[in-house]
């Protein structure tokens, strides 16, 4: 029996600890809760626990999940997301996590301008050039906030990673460091539609590092939840 509550509570120490030894406060990093094959039930008693934000990777998967527990939490899409899902992402999540391209941008902010209010996202970078991994090079990061620049119906609000696996949390502190310095690199000159405020890096493995290196997002699965089925 997986015991959500306490699990959500180390989490929350080590992600609090992490902060404090890199002198940060524990507030400037969100925790989401990566529910991937999980239950509604087990989502709800995190809730209870204290979870705030929800992580998806499929669109057709998180719909039950929305319908059910609603907005009792903010809800992200982190897997990957094609252009034909665009209009469903939009209305069931709070943040999309996986720009990773300039006509899945303007799809976004087509969306955004219809309803009012600019869709939230940021851009995934595929920092350690992994042909197995989603994201775009870091060198085209430039090129697509110019291309979107112009859109207030998105608003880029940060960059995203996955790091490669690695067999110590530290061998992979060089690809978060290196999506930090991009991010504020690019936020220099950034257009007003890109406040690049986030970095969402970091998994159950390795979370810890990347909260040393700036994450303001830190995307935890099974630590909360235990094994995927």
């Given at each position: 029996?997986?015991?959500?509550?306490?699990?959500?509570?180390?989490?929350?120490?080590?992600?609090?600890?992490?902060?404090?030894?890199?002198?940060?406060?524990?507030?400037?990093?969100?925790?989401?809760?990566?529910?991937?094959?999980?239950?509604?039930?087990?989502?709800?008693?995190?809730v209870?626990?204290?979870?705030?934000?929800?992580?998806?990777?499929?669109?057709?998967?998180?719909?039950?999940?929305?319908?059910?527990?609603?907005?009792?939490?903010?809800?992200?899409?982190?897997?990957?997301?094609?252009?034909?899902?665009?209009?469903?992402?939009?209305?069931?999540?709070?943040?999309?996590?996986?720009?990773?391209?300039?006509?899945?941008?303007?799809?976004?902010?087509?969306?955004?301008?219809?309803?009012g209010?600019?869709?939230?996202?940021?851009?995934?970078?595929?920092?350690?050039?992994?042909?197995?991994?989603?994201?775009?090079?870091?060198?085209?990061?430039?090129?697509?906030?110019?291309?979107?620049?112009?859109?207030p119906?998105?608003?880029?609000?940060?960059?995203?990673?996955?790091?490669?696996?690695?067999?110590?949390?530290?061998?992979?502190?060089?690809?978060?460091?290196?999506?930090?310095?991009?991010?504020?690199?690019?936020?220099?000159?950034?257009?007003?539609?890109?406040?690049?405020?986030?970095?969402?890096?970091?998994?159950?493995?390795?979370?810890?590092v990347?909260?040393?290196?700036?994450?303001?997002?830190?995307?935890?699965?099974?630590?909360?939840?235990?094994?995927?089925?």
């Amino acid at each position: 029996m997986i015991d959500v509550d306490a699990n959500w509570r180390r989490v929350s120490e080590r992600v609090a600890a992490a902060a404090a030894a890199a002198g940060r406060e524990a507030r400037d990093v969100r925790i989401i809760a990566v529910a991937k094959t999980k239950p509604v039930e087990m989502i709800s008693a995190a809730v209870a626990a204290g979870v705030t934000d929800v992580g998806e990777n499929y669109v057709q998967e998180a719909v039950e999940k929305v319908r059910c527990i609603g907005a009792a939490v903010r809800w992200h899409m982190i897997g990957r997301l094609q252009r034909n899902k665009a209009t469903k992402a939009v209305e069931l999540f709070d943040v999309i996590h996986s720009l990773d391209s300039f006509p899945l941008g303007m799809a976004l902010a087509r969306h955004g301008e219809r309803r009012g209010r600019p869709v939230r996202v940021l851009v995934e970078v595929n920092v350690a050039g992994e042909a197995t991994k989603a994201g775009i090079a870091p060198a085209q990061v430039s090129e697509l906030l110019a291309g979107l620049a112009t859109q207030p119906g998105v608003e880029i609000d940060g960059l995203m990673t996955v790091a490669p696996a690695a067999p110590t949390p530290e061998a992979v502190r060089p690809y978060f460091r290196a999506l930090r310095e991009l991010r504020d690199r690019l936020r220099a000159d950034a257009a007003a539609n890109a406040p690049l405020r986030e970095l969402s890096m970091g998994m159950t493995d390795d979370f810890e590092v990347a909260i040393e290196e700036g994450a303001t997002m830190v995307r935890i699965g099974r630590a909360i939840f235990g094994e995927r089925t």
